[in-house]
């Protein structure tokens, strides 16, 4: 097959050295000496004694299913590249007749990108390889081992494995090692010859830098005086522990082949792993794929652990995009895909040499780590996140490795793509869950990955990026840049009771300390310069992935797909720095005893900008589903989702102003638009239950009008009944023991949520005691409410979540507005707002769920529309 139009020739014949050990073995000199040979045609040994280079004589086994491979090598090769239109089989059905299914919008799309997108008629591909895996395809190493016996399924992992030691030359730093500046930076390698690091109180880098500035025993008259030499006593470079060399222990590649294999058959594995390098490969592109594609068919690589673990990882992952019942542990269960090979990643995780902090070890934590959030299992999925920014501790991944002669350039490119997809994984977790980041900037000195494609990337060097093609590296670049932003956000300490109030004079003082600044923090508080940088990031976008007009209505689904991604992400944080604004002037409001009528400025600002980064982020996403290209994202998706349906919930719970009341009419839409495609996502994803769940029960408990009707439950679904609980609040002290952030100056304590806010009895009541909704008080102290009225605009009683007597003379004072006035102000806002205008979403009434969790366009019963805004 001869290679890509736009890979060199010189880095073809490159990459087809590294692949070449696939078909060829040593040659006939070098095996009857025992030694090393590159198999090279001819190889370099050959070479340097002028010596015959022949590849005739046989080996002393007989590989009978070798003889065979020759012959049928360019069939699976054609096989394979069918494939690739073919996998994962059915998954995105009904993508390809997208366009006549979707009316205009009324929004003009030659001024909005989401019209222009909604209104497009291209047909996406379901599946974009990367141009190496076209040029080099994916080939397991199936023909160098034995079939599989039969009832190997539940063999012990550990079982069989013949542990070796394979000595090998002790790499040494040379005369010319660049110099450092004293740094908290060491490199090493560790007994078995892996590169570890370590910081600067480990005493090594000052130790490193004067024992590399030592001068030897005698003076040398030649040199200058001052300048400083790395000779030893002889001379010679200064050599560690000579006379021992590295024992690394490694494991029989094929028993681990037959151990994976005997859970994921061949066929269905490359199935998997194209599908991953298709799909969500381009979300956490970490890989050189043509050095991916020669370890794949390595049988010596899948004697790593670290190798082994992460081809059953990105299985795992995988396994949610496809239709295949073999993917499943129950086949009735689609949230069952790939836990059977998350047990079996686990028992090749405890294999001697597993832990060591290679990059395909990091890779397949970090891998399992996305995948158990997916999954639910919390407490693994932070587990595993944190193993992998504690492996990329220990291979020194945070810190630049410029001034070390050690890595080629395609190792360099990977360890900065691996760390920084670690670091933003950390942000996304860290984000949807509350929690403070484990990884810093302010720790980090490692440079931005190349904004090369994996074709221009060799071992000699990084090539340069052609103009005419904007290389696939600078989405996932604008990405990081982006999520960097969002660790500021995430890094504002909480507040500390002062000494007065019973805090430790010493925390409080420590604190000051620690966060450099001793009074208020209100500028902190505000996000004002994180908010330029953000702008900043948003200007310094290439136009080739700016959310334009352009972009949208480009052909290109990579293009689209990434424009949308970074939009998201954009709106995320912008959502995120104006939730956290209008949460501290709630939490200092109520901490004062403001009426609710008397909401600032500031405060019905910021409710509205992060009103609009809400809806922008559903109307983006009901986009992409309504394509049938939800397969390019992953379960950040739901993050994002879960994110904007709270702050929605937040911004109509906090309505209080006259000047706000047009926003309730679409945030109520946008809500339900948000629910429906967090029960779609129900489907494979049961974090994206839990999430639509605790959105409904907060609905539920604030009686927010979420439903116009009663929904049918989902076939095969199960029932809301016999789900867990998820997500419950603990019932807070009194209010003279809350601390507010008025008293130092700094945020509450949660972030996004003021600690001084205190629910009413009625609510605690509510939340404790199982009684029906119409016998339950409503929440946030509204007073008992009459017996059920007429149907509302919202298809509810007319004043269950608006209520004259609560809610609007809070606003307007005792001389508030009736009931029907009420409901005609509503419904008036609602027959003068064009909701379709708003969100430019696409009429996805005829959006159906498949058993996969994704979607397709059919014909609903009835009509009825789950997901329209």
């Known amino acids: 097959m001869s290679p890509a139009p736009d890979v060199k020739p010189s880095q073809t014949s490159s990459i087809l050295k590294e692949r070449r050990f696939k078909l060829s073995r040593a040659c006939d000199r070098c095996r009857r000496r025992r030694i090393k040979c590159d198999e090279g045609h001819p190889c370099q040994s050959c070479l340097t004694s002028s010596s015959a280079c022949t590849f005739e004589e046989p080996g002393k086994r007989t590989h009978p299913h070798k003889s065979k491979r020759a012959a049928t090598l360019e069939d699976r090769m054609q096989q394979l590249e069918t494939l690739i239109q073919a996998i994962p089989p059915q998954v995105f059905a009904g993508a390809g007749a997208l366009g006549a299914g979707l009316p205009q919008s009324p929004v003009d799309p030659s001024t909005s990108p989401h019209a222009s997108f909604a209104s497009s008629t291209h047909i996406f591909p379901t599946a974009v390889p990367p141009p190496s895996l076209t040029a080099y395809p994916l080939i397991n190493p199936s023909t160098f081992f034995g079939p599989v016996k039969p009832g190997s399924r539940n063999a012990s992992p550990g079982s069989g494995f013949r542990m070796g030691s394979s000595s090998g030359g002790v790499d040494q730093f040379g005369e010319e090692t660049s110099r450092m500046s004293l740094a908290s930076s060491y490199m090493y390698f560790d007994d078995e010859g892996y590169t570890r690091w370590q910081g600067e109180t480990s005493g090594l880098p000052i130790l490193d830098l004067l024992v590399e500035r030592h001068a030897v025993v005698k003076p040398d008259p030649e040199r200058p005086i001052g300048q400083p030499s790395c000779k030893g006593l002889n001379g010679q470079p200064s050599t560690w522990f000579p006379d021992r060399q590295p024992r690394r222990t490694e494991a029989n590649p094929e028993h681990i082949w037959k151990l994976i294999t005997s859970f994921i058959v061949p066929e269905l594995m490359d199935s998997l792993v194209q599908c991953y390098l298709s799909t969500s490969y381009y979300l956490m592109p970490f890989l050189h794929v043509p050095s991916f594609l020669a370890d794949y068919g390595n049988p010596r690589k899948w004697g790593e652990p670290g190798f082994a673990a992460f081809i059953v990882a990105i299985c795992c992952l995988s396994s949610r995009h496809t239709d295949d019942l073999r993917v499943r542990a129950d086949p009735n269960d689609s949230n069952s895909a790939g836990t059977q090979w998350f047990d079996l990643l686990t028992r090749l995780r405890l294999l001697p040499g597993a832990d060591k902090p290679t990059m395909y070890t990091i890779q397949s934590v970090l891998i399992a780590g996305v995948y158990a959030v997916g ?61 403070p980041p484990l990884l810093r900037l302010r720790d980090c000195d490692v440079g931005e990955p190349a904004i090369v494609d994996d074709e221009f990337i060799t071992r000699e060097g990084v090539g340069v990026q052609p103009q005419e093609t904007e290389s696939r590296m600078g989405a996932f670049v604008s990405c990081v840049r982006l999520f960097v932003v969002l660790e500021a956000i995430l890094d504002i300490p909480p507040s500390r009771p002062s000494p007065g109030e019973g805090g430790s004079p010493f925390l409080a003082r420590a604190a000051a300390v620690l966060t450099g600044s001793s009074g208020p923090r209100r500028g902190k508080l505000e996000l004002r310069e994180e908010e330029a940088l953000l ?103 739901i993050h994002q989702l879960t994110a904007a349906g709270r702050t929605l919930v937040a911004m109509l719970l906090n309505c209080h102003s006259d000047s706000l009341r047009p926003l309730i009419p679409p945030a109520l839409d946008a809500l339900r638009s948000c629910v429906g495609l967090l029960r779609r996502f129900s489907g494979r994803y049961i974090c994206g239950q839990r999430s639509g769940d605790l959105m409904e029960e907060f609905c539920r408990i604030t009686q927010i009008p979420l439903e116009t009707a009663p929904r049918q439950p989902d076939p095969g679904s199960t029932p809301p009944s016999s789900r867990p609980p998820w997500v419950r609040p603990v019932r807070k002290k009194a209010s003279s023991n809350a601390r507010s952030p008025a008293g130092s100056g700094d945020s509450p304590l949660n972030h996004g949520s003021p600690e001084d806010f205190q629910p009413t009895d009625a609510f605690l009541d509510h939340l404790g005691s199982p009684q029906p909704p119409s016998a339950a008080q409503p929440a946030f102290g509204v007073p008992p409410q009459p017996p059920p009225q007429p149907q509302g605009p919202f298809g509810m009683a007319s004043a269950p979540f608006m209520d004259a007597g609560s809610l609007m003379q809070t606003d307007m004072g005792a001389g508030g507005m009736s009931t029907a006035d009420i409901m005609a102000f509503l419904n008036a806002d609602a027959g003068q707002l064009d909701i379709s205008a708003l969100l430019a979403s696409p009429d996805l009434g005829s959006l159906d769920h498949q058993a996969n969790g994704f979607y397709h366009l059919g014909t609903p019963a009835g009509g009825a529309s789950a997901l329209s805004p």
């Open 535 to 637: 702008d900043e990031i948003c200007r310094a976008l290439p136009a080739h992935w700016a959310h334009s007009v352009e972009t949208m209505t480009s052909g290109d689904v990579l293009r689209v797909t990434q424009a949308e991604r970074i939009h998201c992400v954009e709106q995320y944080v912008r959502m995120l720095i104006h939730r956290h604004r209008f949460s501290e002037m709630v939490a200092e409001r109520l901490h004062n005893h403001v009426p609710d009528a008397e909401q600032d400025e500031a405060e019905i600002e910021a409710m509205r900008a992060a009103h609009a980064c809400a809806l922008q982020i559903i109307s983006s996403h009901l986009h992409i589903a309504a394509k049938g290209l939800m397969t390019y994202y992953g379960v950040h998706v």
């Open 375 to 435: 999954l639910g299992r919390l407490s693994k999925a932070f587990a595993l996140l944190s193993e992998a920014i504690t492996l990329s501790f220990d291979a020194g991944l945070h810190r630049s490795a410029d001034d070390y002669d050690l890595f080629d350039p395609v190792e360099d490119e990977v360890r900065k793509r691996t760390f920084w997809c670690v670091y933003l994984w950390d942000k996304q977790a860290s984000a949807h869950f509350g929690r």
